[in-house]
C-alpha cells in the first residue's frame, strides 16, 4: 500500500485531532496555569478511551488487558517522573498548577499520535486473530499513554496536601 494510498484513506477526524494536539503541544511550550479540576479531564479522558477501545475491540483477550495494565504502572512512574522534574508550583488558595514551557508535552502528543497510527494501521490491514502481537502493543501503548497522564495529574494532586505548619500557600514542587 503507497503512503499517498494510506494518507487519503485517514479519515478526516484523525488528522483534526493530529492538528489540535500539535496546537495543544506548542501552547505547552509557553507553559501556564490551570486549576487541578481542568488537568483532570486529559487523563481521565485517555484512560477511558483506551479501555473502551480495548474492550470493543474484537482481538483483544486477557493478555492485551494485561499489556494495558502493564503499560499504565510504567506510565504512571515516567508520568510522575516527568510531573516531579517539570518546576510546577501549586497555589492551594486557588487550587492551580503552574507550569514552566516545556517541550516534553509536545513530544508525547507527537510520539502517542505516531505509534497509534501505526498500530491503527495495522489493525485495519492484518487480519488480526486474539492478542495478536499488533492488539497487544496496542493496548501496551493506551496503558503507557493513560499512565503517563495519570501519572502526572497524581503529582499535581499531591501537590495540594495540607503543610504541616498550614502557612505555605503556593509552594514550587
Given at each position: 500500500m503507497s503512503v499517498?494510498?494510506i494518507l487519503?484513506?485517514?479519515p478526516v477526524?484523525?488528522?483534526?485531532?493530529l492538528?489540535?494536539?500539535i496546537?495543544r503541544?506548542?501552547?505547552?511550550?509557553?507553559?501556564?496555569?490551570?486549576?487541578?479540576s481542568?488537568?483532570?479531564?486529559?487523563p481521565?479522558?485517555f484512560a477511558a478511551?483506551?479501555?473502551?477501545?480495548?474492550?470493543?475491540?474484537p482481538?483483544?483477550?486477557?493478555?492485551t488487558?494485561l499489556?494495558?495494565i502493564?503499560?499504565?504502572?510504567?506510565g504512571?512512574?515516567?508520568?510522575?517522573a516527568?510531573?516531579?522534574a517539570?518546576?510546577?508550583?501549586?497555589d492551594r488558595?486557588?487550587r492551580t498548577?503552574t507550569?514552566?514551557?516545556?517541550?516534553?508535552?509536545l513530544?508525547?502528543?507527537?510520539?502517542?499520535?505516531?505509534?497509534?497510527?501505526w498500530?491503527?494501521?495495522?489493525l485495519?490491514t492484518?487480519h488480526?486473530?486474539?492478542?495478536?502481537?499488533?492488539v497487544v502493543?496496542?493496548g501496551?501503548v493506551?496503558g503507557?499513554?493513560a499512565g503517563?497522564?495519570?501519572?502526572?495529574f497524581?503529582?499535581?494532586?499531591l501537590g495540594?496536601?495540607?503543610?504541616?505548619?498550614g502557612?505555605?500557600l503556593?509552594e514550587?514542587?
Amino acid at each position: 500500500m503507497s503512503v499517498q494510498a494510506i494518507l487519503s484513506g485517514t479519515p478526516v477526524w484523525v488528522w483534526a485531532l493530529l492538528a489540535f494536539l500539535i496546537s495543544r503541544g506548542f501552547k505547552a511550550l509557553k507553559g501556564g496555569t490551570a486549576p487541578l479540576s481542568k488537568l483532570a479531564i486529559v487523563p481521565a479522558v485517555f484512560a477511558a478511551w483506551g479501555i473502551v477501545h480495548m474492550l470493543r475491540e474484537p482481538a483483544a483477550g486477557w493478555h492485551t488487558g494485561l499489556a494495558w495494565i502493564g503499560g499504565a504502572v510504567i506510565g504512571i512512574a515516567a508520568g510522575a517522573a516527568i510531573a516531579q522534574a517539570s518546576g510546577m508550583t501549586v497555589d492551594r488558595v486557588r487550587r492551580t498548577v503552574t507550569l514552566p514551557g516545556s517541550i516534553v508535552p509536545l513530544v508525547l502528543m507527537i510520539v502517542t499520535f505516531a505509534s497509534k497510527f501505526w498500530l491503527g494501521f495495522e489493525l485495519a490491514t492484518t487480519h488480526a486473530g486474539v492478542d495478536s502481537i499488533y492488539v497487544v502493543l496496542d493496548g501496551l501503548v493506551s496503558g503507557v499513554v493513560a499512565g503517563i497522564f495519570a501519572g502526572r495529574f497524581l503529582i499535581y494532586w499531591l501537590g495540594f496536601r495540607p503543610v504541616a505548619s498550614g502557612t505555605v500557600l503556593i509552594e514550587r514542587i
